[in-house]
C-alpha cells in the first residue's frame, strides 16, 4: 500500500476548527476569508471577517488546551496591536466562543509566560530590522 505524501492532505485539529467556523459565522451572515501563510507570508490570524453590522475581524484559531503562537505570531501581533489591529483567538464553533467577537480582541489572553514579556514596539522593530538582515 503506497502512502500519500501530499502535506495537503494532512489535517492537524485547528483544520476542523476552522472548518466549522467558518460554517458558524457564514451562517450568521459574516463573509470569511481564509489566509494562507507561506515562506513570504508568516503571522497572519487563519481568517480575516466581515459583518455589516459588527465590522471587521481578524480571527485565529487555536486548540483550546494545547497551542502555540509562531515566532512571527509573536513578533506581529503586538505590532499590529499599535497600530490599531485587533486579533481574536477563537477555540471553537460554539456561541460561547462567538461572543468573544463582541469583546475586545483577546490575543493577549493566550500569551504564555514561557514567552516572556509581550514586545514593546521598539524591541519589536528593532527585532524585525535584524531579520531582515540575515
Known sequence: MKKNLCSANRRGPEWFIQRDLKRFLTDRGWLVEQTHGNLYQQGLPDLFV???????????????????F????????????????????????????????MGPPNWRDYWKPSWGEIPDIDALLDELAASDIE
Do not use: F, M, N
Not at 466581515?50 to 502555540?68: F, L, N, V
Not at 515566532?71 to 460561547?96: C, D, F, M, S, Y
Open 50 to 68: 466581515a459583518h455589516p453590522r459588527y465590522g471587521q475581524r481578524w480571527i485565529d484559531c487555536k486548540q483550546p488546551k494545547r497551542y502555540t
Open 70 to 101: 509562531t515566532k512571527a505570531q509573536r513578533l506581529k501581533w503586538p505590532l499590529w496591536e499599535q497600530h490599531g489591529v485587533g486579533i481574536w483567538i477563537i477555540t471553537a464553533a460554539t456561541q460561547e466562543e462567538y461572543d468573544k467577537l
